[in-house]
């Protein structure tokens, strides 16, 4: 028997409520918000509950929306994949801009330690109960978050290189 | 479970102060790496070791980490496949056509019959080079010398087919929006048909040389094992967790590129140590020429590409000659391609397990963000954990097993 999308949505809702919202189905994958309170609890849940069975964590990845209004300006996406039923999913949690905090996931999947680490090392999202969370991939010294938009990508100060006429400019976030 | 999570010297505080206490005699820390011959490529291990013996260990890895997520956010689609083959250097043809499946989701372009096969070549000759480099070092590191010498010579003539396909060889950038660059010669499909007779018994003889190798089998099994609970929960794919026993295989569970229509068995493990990952890699390889040779006998006829003039570039004479495709080609090679806005996640079977593309788009001309799920990054965080309480040359032996490369592990 394979999982009904509406049996998820069905599930989390009246287990959730409120905190789970904005169901929409995007190519193959049912995405939908959770409020950044509960994801442990709701993750959790995804991957203990007898029938919906999300028992692996494929991926976890940090995002920057620095138009947003300040309570969405950072997400943290989670793709969960049921592998009884083959379904897929994907969780996004809205951070505030100025403080963005979430639970850490490590408690329910080990591999979470190191996506996580990358996650704050490139956002400085933090994630609460993170037995380690310190940069991974960059070195321990940087101060700034450099995937955040307005990191850019090149130094400024370079004049060797002129790149206006293809639509790029050295700081990437003003480009217009 | 979760003190696993915690740096080394909180979690042996106990030991190493009771070591103190009792005999006065020290733990000593051991770097391996970040360049050390064994772990192939550039990423460091602190040992905290016990004369041989390792009692725990921290990766440091970004050695080689090059922004690639962030580069990519300021690129157009097609300046971002040679950043994938970039990740996984021994399998690039995977990453670039993962890639391109994942634009060509978003986008909603259909992919004749002929391509999809062509790229369940391309893909399988991959996969077969990753195997062969991985196993065979796996040798080198136990002390065997002459599987390795044997069997490299066929990476060289799987390099030749990329060669004759795109031109390149190590970081091959093949392929297209749509599907290939050029329809393939005459001589791809002799130089394929070759290998396919000449490999098999080169990679029995190798088999032959290690499978049952007393040496070899001391060496390995029960060295550096992993339950296929933990795999999971460490966020497992690809061989490494097929040898711990799951039979998860992105080919088989979410089938792209025509993958329903081949027959091949997914070998599976027992109890995750490291000859069962060599045994499991092994076996691949020969599911690997089986689906090759049916996707030659099947391969249908058809165009090369997808019929899409917005993203796939017209051939050079048009270019020179006619209107329509020099604006084509001016506006597909300046980015100027229309892009709907969505988010698709797109997931292949690389050479060590599930690699993903997470792709959000705002309409601009370049990804909004773009995310790589790569495996080699999951999965090695838990080499600590495998080789705890494990002999040193055990570890080199593990992390060989592993397929740790460095540039999928930093991206």
Redesign the interface.
Known sequence: MALEQNTIIQSLSDRFGGSVSDFVHIHDILTFEVDSESILEVMGFLKDDATLRFNFLTDICGMHFPDADKSRQFSVVYHMHNWIDNVRIRIKCYLNGDAPEIDSATPLFLGANWQERETYDFYGIIFKGHPQLKRILNMDEMVSFPMRKEFPMEDGGRTDKDDRFFGRTTDNYTQS | ??D????PEQRFADVIKRRENEDGSELSILNLGPTHPATHGIFQNILLMDGERILDGEGT??YI?R?F???A??RPFYQITPLTDRMNYCSSPINNMGWWMTVE??LNIEIPKRVQYMRVIVMELARIADHIICNSVLGVDTGALTGFLYVFQYREKIYEIYEEICGARLTTNMGRIGGFERDWTPLVFEKIELLLKEFPPIWTEFENLLTRNRIFMDRTINVGPISAE?A?????TGPNLRAAG?D?DVRI??PYSSYEDFEFDIPVGQSGDTYDRFCVRNAEVWESLKIIRQAIDKMPEGPFHADVPDYYLPPKEDVYHNMEALIYHFKIV??EVPVPV????H?VEGGNG?L?F?L?TDGS?TP??L?F?RPC??????FNDMVQGQMLSDAIATLSSLNVIAGEL??
């Open positions: 479970m979760s696993l999570l915690l740096p890895v970004g980490h922004a997520e962030k580069i956010e300021n989701k978003a933990k999971i929960s460490y966020g497992f799951i998860y569970m979410t300046m980015g969505t988010e698709v996640y997931a599930e993903g997470y959000t001309r909004y963000r995310h799920r990054f999951i999965y090695y965080q838990a930093d991206a």
